[in-house]
């Protein structure tokens, strides 16, 4: 009997334990409310993505495909450890400010968060607070979103004069099938001549006239079987190119602690010199699964790539960079990365295994 009692209290003295230390984490829970006065900020418990362009952009011009305000994250936020940080939001009377590169639009103010979607170029959004780490408040689909303020300004910015359209007095570029087979890479730049005329593809993404239609058609095909491929990139003018290349080498000689000879060589494998990217020929897209915000070696695992590997040839597209094939076409295997080259040559360039450069003897 003396047993049973003694057990018995014992098991009364755990439950009240137990009853304690569960009523001291509640506490701690709601004891983390943000107030009115900042927000306080705790990191995901997730590693931060590797980001060192604008989203929209993927490793054969850039590498990492993100969106702009992640360039700017410090070391220190790529800790595996929650740390908490508090912002103040200065309110601010609603204006109107315009997105100067492709922007991602975060649950809070910081690149760790989650991203909610991407401004394009020049998208207004309404900015109602400014948080005290030099980030914005907007509204976003009728939501509160947070965006990095480096990449917003109050003067409206212009995107329809940066790409060309042609005279109707001009001899347009593209003449035969056999034209849609150039190539453009790193030693291979666009002649200084050279014009096109644009398309939209799918949201503010455009290419050249005749790939964008075959570019849309193929998505379509895509979605009539239950797979939805999101573009990232397409189009890029010669300007942004030249801009994107000089950023990421000034990036690495600060951050990286480079010398620009060691920036600009590194850089330069997987980024092409303005003039030298497929995405300023305007035949290229890069494509994404539809929850994703940047490009990832992992695409080539998903349902997305296998349907590209099945159909992109019968709409023009080829996978242009290859994995095994670095050494010859310069950039690395980037299985996001589809080029049209027509339907003539698609099917053909595909079954020989070969890239582009060896497919036309090119590989100097």
Known sequence: MKRLLSATIAAVLLISLVACSNEAGDEAVVSGDVTTEGIVTEAPDQEEEEIT??????????????????????????????????????????????????????EGPDALYEALGQLTVGEAVTVTGEVSNGWYRIDYNGTTGYVSGDYLRE??????????????????????????LILVNKTNLLPDDYKIETDTVQGSYEMEKTAAYYCKLMIEAAAADGINLKVLSAYR????????????????????????????????????PAGGSEHNAGLVVDIITENDWDTYTDFDQTEEFAWLQEHAAEYGFILRYPEGKEDITGFVYEPWHYRYVGVKYAADIQASGLCL???LGITE
Not at 242 to 252: A, P
Request: aromatic residues 10%; hydrophobic residues 25%; glycine residues 2%.
């Open 237 to 272: 003018t010669v300007a942004y190119q030249q801009k994107l290349f000089d950023r990421n080498v000034e990036s690495r000689m600060e951050d990286d602690g480079m010398t620009y000879e060691e920036a600009y060589a590194d850089t330069a494998q997987n980024i092409a």
């Open 155 to 180: 003067d409206e910015v212009i995107t329809e004069d940066e790409y060309t359209t042609l005279d109707s007095d001009d001899e347009y570029y593209f003449q035969t099938e056999e034209d849609y």
């Open 53 to 106: 362009t604008s989203p929209e952009e993927s490793t054969d011009d850039v590498s990492g495909m993100n969106a702009s305000e992640d360039e700017e994250s410090s070391d220190d936020e790529t800790s595996d450890e929650a740390q908490t940080v508090s912002y103040e939001v200065t309110e601010i009377e609603a204006v109107t400010m315009y997105a100067t590169d492709p922007l991602n639009v975060r």
């Open 357 to 359: 450069e060896e497919y």
